[in-house]
């Protein structure tokens, strides 16, 4: 059995996210869904509404476990015995994000590797950051989060 582990902050879950996790399943039997809790990182979302939000978004798909993990991505890989983690690149600023990650976990665990999914063009603008900024402002979600997530994050920010 093929099995990814597909980490991220995802604060919150974008529509490119779940696009990724989707295609994703084309390659691999599961994917654990894998939300990092870091506690010195301002985050709109606690973990475990993450988590929520995630469930909720991929409930029609068995194949999907969400969990969370706090400290090394590549500890939480060997606690769940998985040794390939699913990223998805969207831009060059990307790239070299996502490279330094993925040398530093393989110098971590060598017998990581990382697989990298070019985001599909009609995600490519998308990032939890410009999202946040879009609804704080009152700006539409639309095409970019789901609307169950739109609703969170606006009574979220309503909040703050
Ligand atoms: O969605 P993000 O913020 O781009 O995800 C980044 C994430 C959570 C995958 C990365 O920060 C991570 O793996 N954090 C866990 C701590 C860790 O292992 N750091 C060293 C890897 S360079």
Redesign the pocket.
């Known amino acids: 059995m093929k099995i990814a582990l597909c980490?991220?902050?995802?604060d919150p879950p974008t529509d490119g996210h779940i696009n990724i996790i989707d295609r994703g399943l084309r390659i691999f039997d599961k994917i654990i869904v894998a939300v990092?809790i870091?506690r010195s990182k301002k985050a709109v979302f606690e973990p475990e509404e993450r988590v929520a939000m995630l469930r909720e978004l991929l409930k029609d798909k068995k194949e999907i476990e969400i969990d969370s993990f706090e400290?090394?991505?590549?500890d939480y890989c060997r606690k769940k015995k998985i040794s390939t983690i699913l990223?998805g690149i969207r831009t060059v600023s990307d790239y070299e994000?996502e490279l330094?990650?993925s040398l530093?976990?393989r110098i971590l665990n060598p017998d990581i590797e990382t697989i990298f999914m070019m985001t599909e063009g009609r995600y490519s603008h998308i990032s939890?950051s410009i999202i946040k900024e879009v609804i704080a402002f009152g700006g539409s979600g639309n095409g970019m989060i789901h609307s169950l997530v739109e609703k969170k994050l606006k009574e979220k920010l309503r909040k703050k």
């Open positions: 980490p991220g902050s995802f990092a870091n400290g090394l991505l590549v990223r994000y330094q990650m530093a976990n939890s």
